[in-house]
């Protein structure tokens, strides 16, 4: 079940989603409304277009880093946990001092590739909110597609130079995590 958002295509998620978050028909305003909360503008409204978006996306990128950080949990030798059972350690110590740090790595590994994936988002952003209304889902990665291949004369030098920009933001978070990683191995 964790993984059915991973298997679907990226179209059908977002439209998926685009109906369930419809101000006048959509599922959620009705279950709100059968709690007594008033309709909500979910994709209209520039305070909450923004927040539909990465709503849907944090629930496409869920499968991805359950995935990760469950192979990450199973490189943890069990010996170590027992060891801190014999020791007296509760479940929350156990998590705090032996899980979390052991996972740390892996954890950084899929924020990293979470971040980078949230930069190219497109599909997404477009099918739901086609970054509006105004500009207030448009990221730079939606405002390159726009550039190309919007309306009108396609402006494919300012589309490439924020292809660019995105590409160097990725290169950019990619070698402070190899800064970091490199410094936690010498400490």
């Known amino acids: 079940m964790f993984l059915i958002p991973w298997l679907l295509p990226l ?3 977002a439209s998926t989603w685009s109906w369930m978050l419809n101000s006048d028909s959509g599922i959620v305003n009705s279950v709100l409304q059968a ?13 909450m277009a923004l927040v539909s978006v990465i709503i849907a996306n944090i629930w496409l990128g869920i499968p991805f880093n359950l995935v990760i950080l469950y192979s990450g949990l199973q490189n943890i ?10 020791d007296g350690a509760s479940g929350w110590k156990r998590f705090w001092h032996i899980t979390f740090p052991l996972l740390r790595p892996v954890s950084a590994i899929t924020l990293l590739l979470g971040l980078i ?25 939606v405002w390159s597609y726009r550039e190309a291949f919007g309306t ?8 490439s130079a924020v292809g660019n920009l995105l590409i160097l933001i ?10 970091v990683q490199r410094r936690q191995e010498t400490s």
């Open 35 to 47: 709690f007594g909360i008033g309709q909500i503008n979910w994709l209209t409204s520039p305070g």
């Open 11 to 13: 179209i059908v998620s």
């Open 152 to 159: 009108g004369q396609p402006a494919f030098s300012p589309a």
């Open 117 to 141: 994936y949230t930069l190219k988002v497109v599909d997404v952003i477009w099918i739901m909110t086609t970054g509006g209304p105004g500009d207030v889902s448009t990221t730079l990665a």
């Open 77 to 86: 030798s069990p010996d170590i946990y027992e060891a801190a059972s014999l």
């Open 170 to 179: 990725a290169l950019a978070f990619g070698v402070l995590y190899l800064y």
